[in-house]
C-alpha cells in the first residue's frame, strides 16, 4: 500500500477535510489557513463561535501557566489567531504576538535551535544538563509557528513579519540537525542515531510538513528547502511501508501529505505522476 492509497478515504484531490482522523495531530489542522475556507471541520467551529465570545481564553502572560509545553503552540495558540482573523477584530493581535513572544523567550533555545518540553525551571535545568531536548518538541513549536504565521492577516505586515521571523528562526535552528544522506531525526536531537536514540517518524513528518507549508506561502525558498522536505519525507514514508505502520502515523502523513501536494499544484505538477 503507497501513501496515497492509505489517505485516500480521507483526502480528497490533497484538499479535502481530514478532520474525521481520530488523531491528536489533526487537532491543529483547523489553524492551517491555506484550506481553512473550504474546511467543514472549521465550518462546524465557527458557527459554534459567538461574535461576543471566544473560543479559547488565552492567558494574559506565561507566567499565568506554568505548565505550558510544546504541544500546546501548536494545539492552542494558533486557535487564538484564526479567531480574532476570522471571527474577531483583530484587536488582540498584539496581545496575541506579546504571549506568543514570551513563549518563545520561554520554551525555544536559539543558541541550540530547539525547544523545552515544559515552561517550569526543574524541566529546563534538566534538560540543559543531560541535553536530552526531544525533536519533537521542536517540531511543535516549528508547526504552531507555521500556523500562526499562516492565520495572521498579511495586510498587519509588521506582525506578519514578526511571525514569518519566528518561523525561520526555527526553521533553520532545527535543520542544523539534518543530515544529507541521514534524512530523519532521532528522537533526542542533539545525539546521534543509534539502538538508544532511534529514527523519531513522527517528528521527522513533522518538519517536512513545516517545510512544504513554508514554502507554499514563500516564507521559504522552495529551491533551498523543498529538496529537503522531499527527502524527509519520503525516508518517512519508505520506513512506514516496510513495517506496514501508516496508521501510526495517520495525522502527520495526512497534513504532509496535503501540504506536499498543495505545493506541487502551485507549481504546476501533475501529482498522479509523484510516486507517495
Given at each position: ?14 484538499r479535502g477535510d481530514i478532520s474525521e482522523l481520530e488523531c491528536s495531530m489533526v ?120 500556523d500562526i504565521m499562516s492565520a495572521v492577516s498579511e495586510e498587519i505586515f509588521e ?118
Open positions: 500500500m503507497t501513501c496515497r492509497e492509505f489517505l485516500e478515504k480521507y483526502i480528497s484531490d490533497g487537532r491543529g489542522a483547523v489553524m492551517r489557513m491555506l484550506s481553512i475556507n473550504d474546511s467543514a471541520f472549521y465550518q462546524r467551529a465557527k458557527e459554534d463561535w459567538k461574535a461576543d465570545e471566544e473560543p479559547v481564553s488565552m492567558p494574559e502572560d506565561i507566567e499565568s501557566e506554568p505548565v505550558i509545553c510544546a504541544e500546546d503552540i501548536y494545539v492552542r495558540i494558533p486557535s487564538y489567531m484564526v479567531y480574532e482573523t476570522c471571527v474577531g477584530s483583530k484587536e488582540k493581535y498584539n496581545a496575541i504576538l506579546s504571549f506568543v513572544k514570551q513563549v518563545r523567550e520561554g520554551l525555544y533555545v536559539p543558541e541550540k535551535g530547539l525547544c523545552y518540553d515544559l515552561y517550569d525551571k526543574s524541566t529546563k535545568e534538566r534538560i540543559l544538563e543531560t541535553g536530552d531536548f526531544l525533536t519533537s518538541s521542536a517540531a511543535f513549536y516549528l508547526m504552531g509557528m507555521a506582525q506578519y513579519k514578526q511571525y514569518v521571523a519566528f518561523f525561520k528562526e526555527g526553521v533553520n535552528g532545527m535543520l542544523q540537525y539534518y543530515k544529507e544522506g541521514q534524512p530523519l531525526f532521532p528522537v533526542y536531537a542533539e545525539q546521534e542515531l543509534s539502538d538508544e536514540n532511534p529514527e523519531d517518524i513522527h517528528a521527522s513528518l513533522m518538519v517536512a510538513y513545516v517545510l512544504f507549508q513554508g514554502c507554499v506561502r514563500r516564507a521559504l525558498l522552495p529551491e533551498k528547502y523543498q529538496p529537503i522536505a522531499e527527502n524527509i519525507f519520503k525516508a518517512c514514508l519508505d520506513r512506514l511501508a516496510e513495517s506496514n505502520t501508516y496508521e501510526e502515523a495517520a495525522g502527520e502523513l495526512a497534513l504532509t501529505y496535503t501540504e506536499y501536494v498543495a505545493l506541487l499544484q502551485k507549481q504546476g505538477t501533475d501529482i498522479t505522476k509523484v510516486e507517495l
